[in-house]
């Protein structure tokens, strides 16, 4: 099978690659290094792939690209990432990257033959919930910019799904975590704390909960989509509980050993106080079933980064 992952120097795109690679998959992958976070990071997170041979990267803006490889899957993993990033003039640039770059992959391929277009949509497009467990048809309120950006992508892949049959399936992360981890990201920034023995930064008072979902099962869930025969549809991918902030940060005292000094600071414009999955019609259509809880998570990353 052949496959493009956009992305795929990314947090879920490089693991995402890493695991397709292993299943016997010729990889196209596509990359650009946005200055999000450190160019180093992403070439590290590749630099397996980028040794085997059914691997062939592409260093390019996907806006700048004028074909795009013939292949049976499309893994559309790249984004402008980045809730409290996303306001004022850095709008444009999750404009750009989230909508415009979508918009044109679709285009490239609704007269394709792919077998399935999977794209990585957000828990941010439901903004903050009434009512939890979220399900698929829970109102879509986005409550930041990049929700709203990945609202609209989301969209435009249902409208070629039904105006062009492009075999399109989005999956709604609810906040991923594991190795490779984007820097800004909470658990890597409290992990990195504990064993640095530096403060850990609670923004808020820290019972605000989140669905956390470990990247395994995030990679399993694409793999799902694709090899599904579901078309059109949209998809909860969570870890299959909740904890607080608080509770977080004991968990990572515990995995680290070491007793953990905490500061709350003011919350953030765009967090949303509570996430938490329905992943059941994921578990029926698809199969999916998180296998990873936060106890365990919390303990793999840990031991990735101290081995």
């Known amino acids: 099978m052949k496959s493009l992952i956009t992305g795929c120097a990314g947090f879920i795109g490089s693991h995402l690659t890493d695991k397709l690679l292993q299943e016997g998959h010729e990889i196209t992958g596509i990359d650009c290094f946005t200055d999000y976070y450190p160019r180093a990071v992403k070439e590290n997170n590749i ?26 899957y499309v893994f559309h993993q790249a984004a402008q990432a980045g809730v409290r990033a996303s306001w004022g003039r850095s709008f444009e640039i999750y404009t750009r990257n989230n909508i415009l770059v979508t918009q044109k992959l679709l285009e490239y391929y609704k007269d394709k033959k792919v077998k399935k277009f999977v794209f990585a949509s957000s828990s941010s497009i439901y903004g903050d919930a009434n009512k939890l467990p979220i399900r698929e048809d829970a109102p879509k309120n ?33 906040t991923v975590y594991g190795p490779r981890q984007r ?23 820290g019972t605000q909960t989140r669905d956390f979902t470990y990247v395994s099962d995030v990679v399993q869930a694409n793999l ?36 953990v000094q905490v500061k709350h600071v003011g919350a953030q414009k765009g967090d949303v106080r509570h996430t938490y999955a ?12 998180p296998t990873v809880d936060i106890k365990v998570g919390v303990k793999r990353y840990v031991d990735s980064l101290v081995q």
């Open 183 to 205: 820097p800004d990201m909470g658990i890597n920034k409290f992990v990195h704390a504990g064993l640095n023995e530096d403060v850990i930064e609670v923004f808020g008072d």
């Open 142 to 174: 986005p409550f930041s910019p990049y929700g709203v950006t990945k609202l609209a992508a989301e969209n435009l892949c249902s409208l070629y799904y039904k105006n062009y049959g492009t075999p399109t399936v989005s999956l709604r992360y609810f």
């Open 47 to 72: 630099k397996n792939a980028l040794d085997h041979e059914n691997f062939t990267f592409i260093e390019k803006d996907i806006v700048n690209i004028t074909e795009f490889p013939e292949v049976d």
């Open 224 to 259: 799902l989509a694709a090899g599904s025969d579901v078309a059109g549809e949209s998809f909860n991918i969570g870890g299959g509980s909740r904890i607080s902030v608080n509770d977080l940060v004991r968990l990572i005292e515990k995995a680290v050993g070491k007793d």
């Open 278 to 289: 329905d992943v059941t019609k994921a578990g029926k259509m698809i199969g999916y079933i």
